[in-house]
């Protein structure tokens, strides 16, 4: 079995396929000199753990707790104010480990980073739009007395051919903690990736830190792929884990190879483990908070088990405005760096927000699901000075709320209360998505409104949606959430059976998963 799986992994890695693409046609690949047939794809096979991953007896893990969402009375709260996240270092995460047979802590889990992990069937912006917005209101799979609210954001693809140039920093952690096989040798074979799809007129620097820092590139053309390649294969591991050194060094680096209206970006890939230097969240999230005010952003790569740092690795991401990825294997490097390769390096709104305001004439009571760490004071939201959360290149936001519809027995707390007016104002709409944002170089947001009503409404949700509750049900059931309902694995295996899954080995691998935690209990 162990051989069998060494095989279809190296033919994962050498047959491209047209499966993994939005179903739109043909989509152009960085660095293929053409068209291809889309983007590279994982086998449809059932997966299993590979032998080197071996459950661990012992960890240091370092996860942030979030309470979970609860319900919201509407004439209370008739707001829900949250940041942008597309994100998705969550979902490879707990993947890794459920495929090398190990138990999933409920703080691992971020229900949102599942669902904006795959790929959905949302149309394309209109000429000049910053997003398409599309929304499905539907009956709730595990409570028949709710409905279930799907939003959902699409970003446009990249057009490769005018993708400003690109001022990337390598910021790679070389310290002793990185030694195993799934961290420096994967992060080498993860940027060489990377490498081979950059252009002559992108800039590279390469900063590797341990015990101190060392510029082992400074700003050579993305041509010369060869030269990369080597220093990167030439790194090795070893010392303690001084980050905020190296942070420094990089961003100093991208300054210095600064590129007016480009794509200026530190990637840094660390298991986190800081022991030196600045180690605290707090003094690291200050440190990219003052230099993503020069127009240089940070994304984060997550590598490792055992000593991970999610918190502090999402922490530096969020608030580097840059999105965070984790890669267990050089497929989930492929996907990041490669097939999501625009969301990955170019942003095209920034500070996005996400406010929604829900008629007390339909909707009663709601709960969002997931987002908890980027949850907003209403008031934050038309606040140019608050953060909110960047999107990529052909990125896709995907969001899902709760509702109990007006008039509902059901209780919702604060709901009934004897004061507080309630009363229908003749609108039909259900709720209004309200969004603010920022063009990637921009100062001041620009707003958009988006009413949903009875157009919305459908007794069968389209397969996009079908396939979104499994994923927060499955979260849901990871987390012992309290407001699973009726969900179990074994009926979220059925509902993905029952959806058309041929063609996207990403969401196969999702029900193979399910199926094994079904076969768990």
């Known amino acids: 079995m162990k051989k069998l799986f060494a095989l279809t992994m190296v033919l994962i890695l050498l047959l491209p396929c047209a499966a993994c693409g939005a179903k739109s046609a043909k989509e152009p690949v960085p660095g293929s000199g053409g068209l291809t047939d889309g983007a590279f794809s994982v086998a449809a096979a059932p997966l299993e753990a590979p032998p080197y991953m071996e459950p661990l007896d012992w960890s240091t893990e370092e996860y942030d707790h979030q309470e979970e969402n609860g319900f ?170 001084d980050g905020g050194r190296g942070i420094q060094t990089a961003y100093d680096l991208a300054q210095k190879h600064f590129i007016p209206g480009g794509n200026n970006r530190v990637i840094l890939a660390s298991d986190g483990d800081l022991n030196v230097g600045l180690t605290s969240e707090g003094e690291l999230i200050r440190l990219v908070e003052e ?141 209004t998505l309200s969004l603010r944002y920022k063009d990637p170089d921009g100062e001041e947001s620009r707003l958009l409104t988006y009413p949903v009503g009875d157009e919305s409404l459908s007794h069968i949700p389209d397969p996009d949606a079908a396939f979104a509750a499994c994923v927060a049900q499955t979260g849901m059931l990871l987390r012992s959430s309290c407001y699973a309902g009726t969900a179990s694995y074994a009926a979220v295996a059925e509902q993905l059976e029952a959806i058309d899954l041929a063609g996207d080995p990403y969401k196969e691998e999702f029900l193979y998963l399910v199926k094994q935690l079904s076969r768990k209990g």
């Not at 965070?324 to 390769?341: G, N």
């Not at 170019?346 to 406010?355: F, G, I, M, S, Y």
């Not at 987002?371 to 990125?395: P, S």
């Open 72 to 241: 919201r009375a509407v004439n209370l709260s008739p707001l829900s104010t949250f940041a942008a996240d597309v994100d998705t270092a969550s979902y490879a995460n707990l993947r890794a480990r459920l495929l090398a047979g190990m138990e999933v802590e409920p703080d691992m889990v971020r229900i949102e980073e599942m669902l904006n992990y795959f790929r959905y069937d949302y149309p394309q912006p209109e000429e000049g739009e910053p997003f398409s917005v599309s929304a499905q209101i539907l009956p709730c799979p595990w409570d028949g007395e709710l409905k279930l609210l799907r939003l959902g954001l699409q970003a446009p693809q990249p057009d490769w051919e005018s993708m400003p140039p690109a001022n990337l920093v390598f910021l790679l952690d070389v310290s002793g903690s990185m030694s195993d096989w799934n961290k420096l040798p994967l992060v080498k074979q993860a940027f060489q990736l990377l490498t081979e799809n950059l252009r002559p007129q992108d800039v590279v620097s390469l900063v590797v830190y341990a015990s101190d820092n060392r510029v082992v590139l400074d700003g050579l053309s993305g041509g010369e792929g060869a030269t990369i390649r080597s220093a990167l294969e030439k790194l090795e591991a070893g010392g303690a884990t």
């Open 291 to 431: 230099k993503k005010q020069s127009g240089i952003l940070l994304s984060v790569l997550g590598f490792g088990m055992g000593n991970y740092k999610d918190n502090k690795l999402e922490a530096l991401a969020d608030h580097g405005d840059g999105n965070y990825a984790y890669i267990d294997s050089l497929l989930e490097a492929r996907r990041a760096l490669v097939e999501e390769m625009g969301g990955t390096l170019l942003t095209v709104a920034k500070d996005v927000k996400l406010q929604v305001e829900f008629n007390p004439g339909r909707v009663k009571g709601y709960r969002l699901i997931g987002y908890e760490n980027r949850l907003m004071a209403a008031e934050d939201f038309a606040d140019d000075a608050k953060d909110g959360g960047e999107i990529g290149a052909g990125h896709r936001l995907t969001v899902l709320y709760e509702l109990v519809e007006a008039g509902s027995g059901r209780e919702v707390p604060g709901a009934d209360l004897k004061y507080q007016d309630s009363s229908p104002t003749g609108s039909e709409d259900w709720l």
